[in-house]
Structures are given as C-alpha cells and as structure tokens.
C-alpha cells in the first residue's frame, strides 16, 4: 500500500475507460477509491494526500439520452411473446405492463391480485417514490393478456402477488427477475439495445407518448415521476421536434 502512487491509481481509472466503463461507472469508481484512501490514509497505511488529488470524470446534468425500443420494435416484441408457451404467456403480460404503462419492474413485480379492480376497469399501481397508489384504466389489451394468464399459467396457491414462478417452488417473481425476462426477449429480436432490460421499457414509452404530442406533465405523471426534471430527458430524443426547430426560418431576427 505504501508503494500506492496517484499514477497508479490515474493508470488503473484509465485502464476501466479503456474497457468500456461509462463516465458514470468511472465517476462512482473514483469516489469509492476516494473513500478507501481516505481511510488508508488514516490508518497511516499509504503516503498522506492521495485521496485530495483522484480525479473522477466530470458528470452534466441530463447528459444521457435514454434508450429504448422504437414502438415498431416493441409491437413486434409484444407480437413474438404472443403464443402458447406458458412461459409466453406470462411474459406477454408483463411486458405489456412494462411497454403501455411504463413501469417500473418493481412496481411489476409488487402488483397483487387486489390491485385488479374488473368491475371498474382500472389498475392500482404502488408508487414507492411517491409514497402513494395510483390508478390507470386497465385497457382491454392488457387486461386481455392478464386474464389468459390468469386462467391458462399462473398456479393455484395461496400467494396474492399477481406474477408468480412457472416452476416449484412456487413463489412471486422479484424485481430482479423481471430484468432477465424483458432481456431475453428483446434479445431474441436481435435488438443491440445497452442496456437490454425492462427499464428500457419505460423509455420507450415515455418516447412513444412524447413522439404521440403528450406534454411533458403529462408524460411525468403517467410515468409516477415525482420531479419535472425527470421527464426533461425525454426531450433530447424529440426528433421530430428538433427538426422543426432547425428549419425554422430565423432570418427575420438578424
């Protein structure tokens, strides 16, 4: 530890860029090694002052565009997932729920039988973030693939989470697993989407209802954001918007 110089450490933070770690990655990289060195420090385990002079990549607010699926490609998803495995079956309703609402795959996996209000026709979706439930109308195509999935796949047991395992033991599906789920399917489509899960999901949505002439209020609260500055993202991928700006005539101003 003591042979330990900020060279070494500037060497090691390149070595990640150069295998592909994101600026974020390498941001959250830098601060841990700070912490580390903070305590070797003290600890009198290295040379004093390193900890001050490790330099992270400098991160902007909102400098990523979030990736998703054109909606092209997530029809062509939902229509791969629509056949008679049982294993389709289930994943068709999930990502139906992941593509058309937007959530989130926690909130996926939290999602109990009693939150399906059929007489009423709506949907109580668990918004941990915002401390509260919220309600969405439960369109027919969804409820079309949740009720097949109801009758046809999901075993008959006492667990009231709506998604469950195909396989003993029967238990409900975590959020974690919900990830590899969206991940295979997009992955058979041969999509090349980083990353591939069920949170790009959300993105197409959120894009889809943005391309579809939704207000950015409208897209936050339908997504469960709990700041507007959460949906300003979306608008770095209106292209159709940014055209539009780039052929406006702006002579008249000179």
Not at 55 to 64: G, H, I, K, V
Request: aromatic share 6%; proline share 6%; glycine share 8%.
């Amino acid at each position: 530890m003591s042979a330990i110089t900020v060279a070494d450490i500037d060497a090691f933070l390149e070595s990640k860029g150069k295998q592909g770690w994101t600026r974020a990655s390498l941001a959250a990289l830098a601060s841990s090694l700070r912490s580390f060195f903070r305590f070797a420090e003290a600890r009198g385990w290295c040379a004093p002052g390193i900890t001050a002079v490790i330099e992270a990549p400098r991160l902007y607010t909102r400098e990523r565009i979030p990736e998703g699926p054109g909606w092209d490609d997530v029809q062509r998803l939902l229509v791969a997932t629509g056949g008679d495995r049982p294993a389709d079956i289930r994943d068709h309703a999930i990502l139906m729920l992941l593509a058309v609402y937007g959530l989130r795959r926690g909130e996926v996996a939290e999602l109990r039988l009693d939150d399906l209000d059929w007489e009423g026709e709506l949907i109580h979706i668990a918004r941990p973030k915002q401390r509260r439930a919220q309600r969405y109308p439960l369109l027919p195509v969804v409820g079309e693939a949740i009720l097949r999935y109801l009758r046809e796949v999901r075993p008959r047991c006492g667990h009231r989470a709506l998604f469950l395992t195909l396989g003993a033991p029967i238990r409900p599906l975590s959020a974690p697993s919900i990830t590899p789920i969206a991940h295979a399917h997009l992955s058979r489509l041969g999509l090349t989407l980083s990353p591939r899960g069920a949170h790009c999901l959300r993105h197409a949505c959120a894009s889809h209802l943005l391309a579809s002439g939704f207000s950015l209020k409208q897209i936050g609260d339908h997504l469960g954001h709990r700041s507007a500055n959460s949906t300003l993202s979306y608008t770095k991928v209106d292209l159709v918007g940014l055209r539009q700006v780039a052929e406006l005539d702006l002579g008249a101003l000179r």
